[in-house]
């Protein structure tokens, strides 16, 4: 992977702009548009949001309980439409992880150059993946530590800019598109996070009992980091790809913490400098009418963990496996599309070349 990335970090940037038609039969040399088209995709993924909060005077990895999450995903247009399916976790997973709650929605606004991602996360009920950090298991003790109340809520966004429009995001991103040729561009962007954590007071323990902590926290806060990347896609016989990034970014998280314990209850704030490292690898297929692969990503944090604080896990791993379908789009969906455009005014630089 090392050296994938930094091959592309060596290819030249395309900068040469083309003219694009609004026929989504036709393709310039680049790019093969089918955004009049509805197309349907079927999403697995390991990406889990888990956290580290203060427990215990050690540092718990804490994770909902779940394995794979899957998504429908619906694109048309500009528009990218993602919701999460709540998979079924087996009775003896319950007993040893706990029951979680969860609910994700994704949307994506991609458009000639700018391209907007919208995702919000809600998740009930945690468990420390790390336990044997803080217990010595016997035989006959096996269950995780437990925090069943516990509560996230995060809305997350990301906003990016491509230099060159023979660069297609939408090919990777919603697969309204076929990147024809090889293509690179440099995509500068933007994240931030709004989170929310809550109901940490009480654990159960590995024995199934019910403990009340003497001292916890809730949490909350702001987290903006400014990224660079350069992404490329390479592209065999027109409907096979390879595609690849590399974001460096520097930002900062500025948080809050409303510490309770039996005898006060106080509040501290703090901020810190955050240096990322964010880098992908995806390899699919892309035709008229459907289309399939898997993608990797890994997100890498320096951010330093101490007494009292919070952050989120420091170093992210995560694959998406996806297949897809294109088909003519209802004219439910075309004459709604038409009237958000109608009423948005800019919405219509999307179909301006």
Known sequence: MKYLILLFLLI?????????????????????????????????????????????????????????????????????????????????????????????????????????????????????????????????????????????????????????????????????????????????????????INDTQSYLNAQGDIIKREKYNKYKGINTIVNVGYYYTFVYKKNWYVNAYAAPGVGIDIYQINTTTPDNKFTNNYNDFVFSFQSGAAIGYNSERYYFGVDFYNRFTNENYGENEFQFSSSTNSFHIFVGYRFKAPKTVTKAAKIIEEKVPILKEYDKK
Do not use: C
Request: net charge positive; proline share 3%.
């Open 12 to 196: 030249p940037t395309l900068s040469i702009s083309q003219n694009s038609s609004n026929d989504s039969t036709q393709n310039n040399e680049f790019i093969g548009k089918y955004d009049k088209q509805f197309n349907i995709k079927f999403e697995v993924s390991n990406e889990i949001e888990r956290y580290k909060i203060s427990f215990l005077e050690n540092t718990p990895i804490l994770s909902p309980n779940v394995g794979f999450r899957y998504g429908l995903g619906f694109n048309y247009r500009f528009l990218s439409l993602r919701l999460g399916i709540r998979p079924k976790v087996s009775d003896e997973s319950i007993k040893d992880k706990g029951k979680s709650d969860l609910f994700s929605m994704r949307v994506k606004l991609l458009f000639n150059n700018w391209s907007h991602r919208l995702n919000y996360n809600y998740a009930k009920g945690f468990y420390i993946k790390n336990t044997n950090d803080f217990i010595d298991f016997t035989n006959d003790i096996e269950n995780k530590i437990q925090f069943p109340n516990m509560k996230t809520s995060t809305f997350s966004g990301t906003s990016a800019y491509k230099f060159n429009k023979n660069y297609s995001v939408r090919a990777i991103e919603s697969q309204t598109e076929i990147q024809l040729k090889s293509a690179g561009t440099l995509m500068p962007s933007i994240d931030y996070w709004f989170y929310k």
